[in-house]
C-alpha cells in the first residue's frame, strides 16, 4: 500500500517561508498539492514555487498580534479554510549571555517563542470552528534539547516550544493537533556564514551520523506527514529530524580501544 501525502484542497501557511527552511517546507506542500501562503516582513527575492505552481506572500511582522490575526483570518476568507499552520519564522544571533542585556535575549525568546504561540491561537480560532480542524507544526531544534552556549537565549525558546505544543495539544483536542520537529542542522543559503566554505560544511556533516547536514525539502516531507491524514492520530509529539543526533565528544575524547566482538 502507497503512503498517500496528497494535500490537494488544503490550504496551508508557513510563516518565514521566504528562504531557507521555510522555503523548503513551502515547496513540499506545493509538491504535496496543498495552496500556501508565506508571511514574513519581506518578500522573497524570487517566488516559492514548484510542480508549476507557487505560494502566494503576504507581509506580516510576526510580534504584532493583531496583524498576525488578521492575516490568518484572510487566508481562511480568502481560501474557505484553514487546515495547517507551519511556525518556522525564528532565529538568533549567536551572542554570549554576558555580551548584551537582558532585553536583547527577551526579543530572541519573544520571535522564537512567543511569537509562534501568537500564531497559534490565531489559527485556533479558524480551525476549531472547522468540521475537520487543522494541524499546527512548531519548528523545533536541538538548541532546545542540550546546552546552547552562545544561543542560550534560542534554546530556552525552543525548549519552552516544545513544551507548549505538548499542552496545546492536550487543550486543543480533538479538533486540533499540535506537533513539533525538532532539527538538527540543515543546508540553506546562510550556512557558509556558519560554517564556512565547502570544506568546512563538509567536517560539520561528518559529525553527524547520517554524514551530512539536512535538505530544506527533508524538512518540508516531514512536516507535509504530520499535516496529512497519515498521521491523524499524532499529536503532541516531538518528531526528531536531526540525522540520528550527535556523538557524545567524550568518545571522542577516549583513548581506549574496546576490541571488537568476533
Not at 496583524?67 to 495547517?84: F, K, P
Not at 525538532?182 to 557558509?192: F, I, K, N, P, Q
Not at 547520517?210 to 512536516?223: F, K, N, Q, V
Amino acid at each position: 500500500m502507497s503512503l498517500n501525502l496528497d494535500l490537494t484542497g488544503r490550504v496551508a501557511v508557513v510563516t518565514g517561508g521566504t528562504r531557507g527552511v521555510g522555503a523548503g517546507i513551502a515547496r513540499a506542500f506545493l509538491q504535496a498539492g496543498a495552496a500556501v501562503v508565506v508571511c514574513a516582513r519581506r518578500p522573497p527575492d524570487a517566488p516559492i514555487a514548484a510542480h508549476g505552481r507557487t505560494a502566494r506572500f503576504r507581509p506580516v511582522d510576526l510580534r504584532e498580534p493583531d496583524g498576525v490575526r488578521e492575516l490568518l483570518q484572510a487566508v481562511a476568507a480568502d481560501h474557505g479554510r484553514l487546515d495547517c499552520l507551519v511556525n518556522n519564522a525564528g532565529g538568533t544571533p549567536y551572542r554570549l549571555l554576558g555580551e548584551t542585556t537582558a532585553e536583547r535575549h527577551a526579543r530572541v525568546v519573544e520571535l522564537n517563542l512567543v511569537a509562534p504561540m501568537t500564531a497559534s491561537l490565531a489559527a485556533y480560532e479558524v480551525m476549531c470552528g472547522q468540521p475537520d480542524g487543522g494541524s499546527v507544526i512548531m519548528i523545533g531544534s536541538v538548541s532546545g534539547t542540550r546546552p546552547s552556549p552562545g544561543t542560550a537565549a534560542y534554546g530556552a525558546a525552543k525548549a519552552g516550544l516544545d513544551n507548549l505544543a505538548r499542552s496545546m495539544a492536550v487543550e486543543w483536542a480533538p479538533h486540533v493537533r499540535v506537533n513539533t520537529l525538532v532539527l538538527g542542522m540543515v543546508r540553506t543559503e546562510l550556512t557558509a556564514l556558519h560554517y564556512g566554505d565547502e570544506d568546512g560544511i563538509a567536517a560539520v556533516g561528518a559529525t553527524v551520523p547520517l554524514g551530512r547536514l539536512a535538505e530544506p525539502t527533508e524538512i518540508g516531507d516531514a512536516c507535509v506527514f504530520l499535516a496529512s491524514g497519515r498521521a491523524g492520530y499524532v499529536s503532541g509529539a516531538s518528531l526528531l529530524v536531526h540525522g540520528g543526533g550527535e556523538r557524545p565528544a567524550f568518545l571522542g575524547a577516549a583513548t581506549v580501544n574496546h576490541p571488537k566482538e568476533p
